[in-house]
């Protein structure tokens, strides 16, 4: 019977060591991030006085958390989840009046960290990666009933942390995302006036409170 309890003693205390040991490796952030995109444009028809079809994404203020998991001295890898809220904009080049699409915006982005040579209390990196963005559409829109929409994107950045003190610390970071505008599955249905199907370029820096284990 002592037997039995010394060795669950053994392993029980080996388990909260290794716990422990993983948990030393690990940091969690919470803050907010500007989602800056880039408008877009299809080119006119050659030739001819058609105007150009224009799409452009509003700007707005999201809130983003990420778990950061490192191992060697300068390797990490982090995922990040970003919501937001924006409209997208979108102007057929023979009409008058534009049509607005307002969603509720989620970035899953998965990246690897490579570390750079750091100071007492400045930790500065890069960043490379990819995910996913995901466009709900909401109860505000002007045109044709829209469907959730997902579109790929490749991430890359840098950034820095500010240790605080043993465990906290300040974390400023530039995140750029290349991803394809959404069209919210209408282009096959509004007679190809909606959704330009280009790639654009979203700057996203973002401010954030880290808590290290």
């Given at each position: ?8 003693a053994v392993l029980?205390f080996?388990?909260?060591a290794h716990?422990?040991g993983?948990?030393s ?7 907010f ?5 880039a408008?877009?444009f299809?080119k006119?028809?050659v030739n ?7 799409q452009?994404t509003?700007?707005s203020?999201g809130?983003?958390g990420?778990v950061?998991?490192?191992f060697?001295?300068?390797?990490a890898?982090d ?13 057929y ?5 534009p049509?607005r699409?307002?969603s ?6 998965g990246?690897?960290?490579i570390r750079?040579?750091s100071?007492?209390r400045?930790?500065?990196y890069f ?8 466009f709900?559409?909401?109860n ?9 929409d ?16 043993d465990h906290?610390?300040l974390?400023l970071?530039?995140r ?8 919210f599955?209408?282009?096959s249905?509004?007679?190809n ?7 654009t370029?979203?700057?996203e ?9």
């Amino acid at each position: 019977m002592k037997l039995k309890l010394i060795l669950i003693a053994v392993l029980a205390f080996g388990s909260m060591a290794h716990a422990q040991g993983v948990l030393s490796h690990l940091s969690v952030g919470a803050g907010f991030e500007g989602i800056f995109p880039a408008a877009t444009f299809t080119k006119s028809l050659v030739n001819t006085s058609q105007l150009p079809n224009t799409q452009a994404t509003t700007n707005s203020v999201g809130a983003v958390g990420d778990v950061r998991y490192e191992f060697g001295r300068h390797s990490a890898i982090d995922l990040a989840v970003t919501v937001n809220r924006a409209s997208e904009i979108f102007f057929y080049g023979q009409s008058q009046y534009p049509t607005r699409y307002q969603s509720d915006n989620g970035e899953i982005i998965g990246t690897y960290i490579i570390r750079l040579p750091s100071k007492e209390r400045l930790s500065p990196y890069f960043l490379a990666g990819g995910g996913v963005v995901r466009f709900s559409p909401n109860n505000s829109y002007s045109g044709a009933t829209p469907s959730t929409d997902t579109k790929s994107a490749f991430a890359y950045g840098f950034g820095s942390d500010f240790k605080l003190s043993d465990h906290w610390a300040l974390r400023l970071q530039y995140r750029g995302l290349l991803r394809s505008e959404p069209d919210f599955k209408l282009i096959s249905t509004t007679n190809n006036q909606f959704g330009t199907g280009l790639k654009t370029h979203i700057p996203e820096p973002s401010l954030q409170i880290v808590y290290h284990f």
